[in-house]
């Protein structure tokens, strides 16, 4: 029977029902955690280049902040809903207390492609986000970054807009800003690199050497390619990437038995993370379909696009050989996929702890940018690595220990710890 149409938030409250039920949580907690404390939707007019008016829409989800500001990225899709935004929100709010980090979770949106726009059009985009917003964000409430198809140069218009506004400088009022203009060396690879290190741990228990283990990755933008990158420094071998093609509507899987290299696809991939299928089959690359990725015989699976990807119609063609699944992506595994995976015994490190290296770091550029002083980058990695280090054998301990799903693990330390600091507020 095919899964119903996909809602990411009725996702992410069939994930939090499941370990309320396991932690007894008292009606109250339940309220205020099973929906976001407030959000905002808002029109943005622009002036396009051609003379024309277009409105696009905007959100910002404010999930929960009992544990401090809120935190996350803005994501620019031309399938943005207000339920993504309220669920990606909700993971946000999980991720940051998964790595113990004193940040709430938000997210926010704008319906748009950036493939059909102009940089004058984006930039126009940022700014008219933030005059709608400038209010019910700030380094002391709500801290936005980057996401999906939105960059560094996006975030300094916008934190750029924001200092026009409050008569100020601020650069702790957004992260993933260049370097130079706020900051931080290592933001660029860390949620990448965060997905490798949790990796890393995951094979340490399991005994296993990454020099003797193949992965296929999902996704070919920042996650994945810094993701691919320290992974293969390790030893390992990714013989998959695939990407969403812009001109055919469609993703294509590239596959290179001998192993894919990086720079060489690095150099034939435009900003977006599409590969040029034509160049890359000069280079020998196969050019396979979309979710070829999904079922290679391989040891793991680093889904790292978007989400909904790994669904009760693809998830029987995951190859018995693989062990592990590492999830770059946001919520890229559908419930009733996530149920077969477990059942079948394969090693899961959960989105919002596997990726959680971005808002880490976001966090650190923060710090940085409050105190407007700057850190090495070999401070900042080293920095990340303890703390992804830390939450994993967290996570994997209490796995243990209570015979948890790993998902569900993860989930029990982040609800316990959110739900204790909404407690000692009193607002519970
Ligand atoms: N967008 C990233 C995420 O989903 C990073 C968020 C942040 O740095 O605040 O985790």
Known sequence: MAEKSFNAFEMAQTQFDKVADILELEQASRDILRNPMREYHFNIPVRMDDGTY????????????????????????????????RALAMWMTWKCAVVDIPLGGSKGGVICDPHN????????????????????????????????????????????????????????????????????????????????????????????????????????????????????????????????????????????KGGVKLTELQKITDHFGGIDKKKAKDLGYEILPGDAWIEQDVDILIPAAIENQ????????????????????????????????????????????????????????QVQSNMNHYWEKDVVLGNLDAKMTSAFIAVSDMAKKEKLYMRDAAYVISVNRVAHACRLRGWI
């Open 117 to 256: 726009l102009s940089m004058r059009e984006q930039e126009l985009i940022c700014r008219g986000w933030i005059r709608q917003i400038a209010r019910d964000i700030g380094p002391v409430n709500d801290v936005p970054a980057p996401d999906v198809m939105t960059s560094a140069q996006h975030m300094l218009w916008m934190m750029d807009e924001y200092e026009v506004i409050s008569g100020g400088k601020y650069p702790g009022v957004i992260t993933g800003k260049p370097v130079g203009q706020g900051g931080s060396l290592g933001r660029t690879e860390a949620t990448g690199y965060g997905v490798v290190f949790t990796l890393r741990e995951a094979l340490k228990e399991m005994d296993i050497k990454p020099e003797d283990t193949i992965a296929s990755v999902q996704g070919f933008g920042n996650v994945a390619q810094y993701a691919i990158e320290l992974y293969t420094q390790l030893g390992g071998k990714v013989i998959c990437v695939s990407c969403w093609d812009q001109g055919d509507q469609t993703s294509y899987t590239f596959r290179n």
């Open 54 to 85: 277009k409105v696009f829409r905007g959100f910002r989800v404010q999930h929960n902040d009992a544990r401090g500001p809120g935190k996350g990225g803005i994501r620019f899709h031309p399938q943005e809903t207000i339920d993504t935004v």
């Open 310 to 365: 790994i669904t009760q119609d693809n998830v029987e063609k995951i190859s018995k050989k693989v062990r592990i699944i590492a999830e770059g992506a946001n919520g890229p595994t559908t419930p009733a996929a996530d149920k077969v995976i477990e059942k079948r015994g394969i090693f899961m490190i959960p989105d919002f702890l596997a990726n959680a290296g971005g808002v880490t770091c976001s966090y650190f550029e």
